[in-house]
Each structure stands twice: as structure tokens, then as C-alpha cells.
Nanobody
Framework: QVQLVESGGGLVQAGGSLRLSCAVSRSISSVYALGWYRQAPGKQRELVASMTSAGSTNYVDSVKGRFTISRDNTKNMVYLQMISLKPEDTAVYYC???????????WGQGTQVTVSS
């Protein structure tokens, strides 16, 4: 069983920055993929940023150039640096790890990000 704990959410004004952190309970050096998702009220959960085991990254168009996903294999940590935040970025952000055979999804409990206009 893999446990994930997110932190770093909060209330920020539009144009501000936040860095989300995700502590993973096992080594992340060989997981299939890491990712950050978000879910706004009344909307479906969407993939915001992902990173493969090889380090390739992918972002939803709405955050390209503003968000950066990164990892620290030595600390088993995943990060999401967010700059130039907009009110539409308001959501609960979830950390995700895909690992194992068969492939399984592991989720954190989520951290609230609120961007005021």
C-alpha cells in the first residue's frame, strides 16, 4: 500500500504563487508515473501535470508556462510549483502515483487551493 500526503495549499491572490508538496510512503524512483490532478466544485477531476519515470512531463493547456511538476527521488517527494495563479485554478489538488503490476492508482487526500480575484 502506498500512502500520499499533500500539503502547501491555501488562499492566495490572483497573480500569486504556491508550491504543493506530496510526500510518498515508498520509493518513487521506479514508479510508472506521477501526477497532480485537480477538482473544482461541480466539475470532473482533471489531470493538471504528469511526469513519467523517464522524466517526461505533460501539462494541461490551461497551466502550461505557469505550473511545473518536479520530483525528489531522495526524499520521495513530488512538487507542483504554481505561479501566476488565476481564480479558475481554484480547486482541490490531488497527488497521484501510478505503480505496480497490474498498474494501480494511489491518491492523496487532497489540498485546497483558493485563488481570489
Amino acid at each position: 500500500q502506498v500512502q500520499l500526503v499533500e500539503s502547501g495549499g491555501g488562499l492566495v491572490q490572483a497573480g500569486g504563487s504556491l508550491r504543493l508538496s506530496c510526500a510518498v510512503s515508498r520509493s518513487i524512483s521506479s514508479v510508472y508515473a506521477l501526477g497532480w490532478y485537480r477538482q473544482a466544485p461541480g466539475k470532473q477531476r482533471e489531470l493538471v501535470a504528469s511526469m513519467t519515470s523517464a522524466g517526461s512531463t505533460n501539462y494541461v493547456d490551461s497551466v502550461k508556462g505557469r505550473f511545473t511538476i518536479s520530483r525528489d527521488n531522495t526524499k520521495n517527494m513530488v512538487y507542483l510549483q504554481m505561479i501566476s495563479l488565476k481564480p479558475e485554478d481554484t480547486a482541490v489538488y490531488y497527488c497521484n502515483v501510478k505503480s505496480g503490476l497490474p498498474l494501480q492508482d494511489y491518491w492523496g487526500q487532497g489540498t485546497q487551493v483558493t485563488v481570489s480575484s
